[in-house]
Each structure stands twice: as C-alpha cells, then as structure tokens.
Nanobody, 120 residues
C-alpha cells in the first residue's frame, strides 16, 4: 500500500492551496483518511480527517479555512486550504486507516509528506 501526496508549495499569506493524497495497492477498505502537519521543532498534529461515511473533524486552528473531502471511488483524500497564514507553514502528511485485501489486517499508513510554506 502506498499513499502519494501532491499539491504543496509556496504561497503568500491569504492565498490557497489544495493537497491531494491517493492510496493504492491491495486495499480492501479505507476507514478514516486525514491530514497531519509538523512544523519545525513541533509535534505532529491532526489538521483534519474524514471518515468513510463522510463525517469530518478539524483542529480549531483551521476551522472555517480548510476543508477536507474524499473520493471513495479513487481512494483519494483532499485538503482545500484557504486564507493561509504563515503559521500554517509545515510539512503535511496524509494518513489513512486501511484494511488490506486477503489478510484483512488493518493499520495506519502514512504518505511521504509535502511541504507547505506560507510567506507573510
């Protein structure tokens, strides 16, 4: 199983970016998909997550600015980031809780990370 992210980059404060993360491999089912971020010198924190049924949760720092969504047919999760602030600068990691085909074992998988830099 692989999670491949795209969409990071450099943007000015107030701008927007859209991150994508596609899961591939021997996947039977995906429960929660989401995004975490880690700024230099800080712990990794949850940004937003969406369950297979569509319910979502967000960190307080991004509520009203970020929107998480998923396309179950494509095993893909998105993060639309609007009104970006310099404090949103971090490496963003995709996460998915995946049940494998054949073995039906389940665990968390992580993407390789994509850098988001917001300049003031």
């Amino acid at each position: 199983v692989q999670l491949v992210e795209s969409g990071g980059g450099l943007v000015q404060a107030g701008g927007s970016l859209r991150l994508s993360c596609a899961a591939s491999g021997a996947i039977s089912a995906i429960n929660t998909m989401g995004w975490y971020r880690q700024a230099p010198g800080k712990q990794r924190e949850l940004v937003a997550a969406v369950r297979s049924g569509g319910s979502t949760n967000y960190s307080d720092s991004v509520k009203g600015r970020f929107t998480v969504s998923r396309d179950n047919a494509k095993n893909t999760v998105y993060l639309q980031m609007n009104s970006l602030k310099p404090e949103d600068t971090a490496d963003y990691y995709c996460n998915a809780y995946i049940t494998l085909k054949y073995s039906y074992m389940s665990r968390d998988y992580w993407g390789q990370g994509t850098q988001v830099t917001v300049s003031s």
